[in-house]
């Protein structure tokens, strides 16, 4: 089917969005999986965990052979993270019902909260794209400064969203150790790999045993595709301006946002 080799395709895609800028990774591979793939959300947020967090694990060991991953805030930053997201995915989104409420007619499910959540969660990572970090490059030559509070409650919210819906939070971790941990922005993109690697396969692992229909093929070929598109993007950020790059995927994300916004309150 056409479907499933467009699929496949943007697979790659997810890997060079990873590599390139250390983030987007989720916010298409959700996308893909449910409008391409024909994947539940549900079991979508599931896939999402398994492949963005199989190929940050991937880009995280090839930046911290560059000597581009700061283990000290991988740790301070992951291990909040890290709990939120297995106590999110283990023992929150069970609980939450399949019909919300309904409003005029309109049912809202546990699906449709999911969709309408990440679409809200692409715009706001579409802005933070968007908009020019000027204070990235500054960090080059001042020596890193940790504001301690503020980064173990963004690892906290951080693993929030990632057990929710599935994504990896690149867009939230880059900002935090550029302007609490004072990180240069190629530190920070290495080490907000390894922060979603860890995020995402703890939330797979969360909610793995309730999961009893999963495609391997289906999951192992999209994340073997997204490696190598990682790898792609590692090669691509040496010769490509990132921050000019950045706009336009951000802008890409909130049409992206926008339309699944729309698609799923008006159907």
Known sequence: M?????????AILVGISLGLIGSGGSILTVPILVYILAIEPLMATLYSLFIVGTTSLVGGIQNALQRKVDFKTVFIFGIPSIA????????????????LFTIAGFEFTKPIALMVLFAIV??????????????????????MQFNYPMILLNGIFVGILTGLVGAG??????????FFAKMPIKAAVGTSLFIISMNALLGFAGSFQQATNIDWLLLLSFSALSVIGIFIGIFLSKRIDGSKLKSIFGWFVLLMGMYILIKELTL
Not at 84 to 99: E, G
């Open 2 to 10: 056409w479907s499933d080799f467009i699929g496949y395709f943007l």
């Open 84 to 99: 939120s997201v297995y106590f999110t995915r283990a023992f929150l989104l069970p609980i939450v019902p399949d019909n």
């Open 122 to 143: 692409m715009i706001a990572a579409s802005i933070a794209m968007i908009k020019p970090c000027v204070n990235c490059n500054d960090n080059e030559t001042k020596a």
């Open 169 to 178: 939070g690149g867009f939230l971790i880059i900002p935090s150790l550029v």
